[in-house]
């Protein structure tokens, strides 16, 4: 099971997009949901070179101070790419909303230097990618392990190159996107990821496992 539990099954409906094919007409909607601290200026222009090559595409971003909104948007200006086209995301205080309003994007775009976590979960039970390259550390590696849980590796890149090569592949064609995005859908009733009574019986048995160690002398491992 992933190392981050969730109940979305329990308390979260299946939201409106991710039950069904995104519009053809619809303009490609990449999202990258992080606290600004977690973005770098490596990161950032991968992302600017996306928007250039996937037209009329946009960047979501989550709400930031107006000085850190100004430097984004002057740093996409810097790369060629109009700031109109980062739309800087209010916080929704309804979770049912900020959900929803997720699944209408197309793919989930995620931070080398410190991955996704929950807004990464929250993307998968939306029905959206997740691209995500690990690198050494657990902040490095959270994404890719949430998505291993979902039995869907493809978006788990190699390095940045990969990365890079796939959001472009998956921004430029619809129809392996929503094949991708399928997957994610059939994913959320099948795989370990959001099977919270299976990660309670492993968690449970761990800790039996342990005090039973313990009771008899040992030290758990």
């Keep these: 099971p992933p190392y981050l539990p969730n109940d979305y099954r329990a308390t979260v409906g299946v939201p409106y997009f991710a039950q069904r094919e995104l519009p053809l007409e619809v303009p490609q909607i990449f999202c990258a949901m992080h606290h600004v601290w977690k973005m770098d200026s490596m990161m950032f222009s991968i992302w600017m ?5 996937v037209p009329r595409s946009v ?14 948007r ?3 200006e810097a790369h060629g ?20 309003k997720l699944s209408n994007c197309s793919l989930y775009l995620d ?16 029905g959206v990618p997740v691209i995500t390259a690990p690198h050494e550390m657990m902040v490095h590696r959270g994404a890719a392990c949430l998505a291993w849980s979902t039995n869907v590796h493809s978006t788990i890149a190699r390095d940045l190159e990969d990365y890079r090569s796939l959001a472009l592949r998956l921004g430029t064609n619809r ?4 094949a991708l995005r399928s997957e994610f859908r059939e994913a959320r009733f099948k795989s370990n990821m959001f099977d919270t009574p299976r990660w ?4 449970e048995r761990g800790i039996k496992m342990s005090w039973d160690v313990r009771t008899r002398g040992g ?3």
């Design 59 to 72: 960047l979501r971003l989550q709400e930031c101070a107006p000085a850190a909104k100004a430097s984004l």
């Design 49 to 53: 070179e996306v928007l250039k090559q």
């Design 175 to 178: 129809k392996a996107l929503e």
């Design 111 to 126: 931070a080398q230097k410190y991955n996704a976590h929950t807004s990464a979960a929250d993307a998968m039970w939306a």
């Design 81 to 100: 790419i109009d700031s109109g086209r980062l739309i800087f995301n209010p916080k929704i205080g309804d979770y049912y909303e900020h959900i929803d």
């Design 200 to 203: 309670t019986r492993v968690l």
């Design 219 to 221: 030290m758990p491992g």
């Design 74 to 76: 002057s740093f996409a």
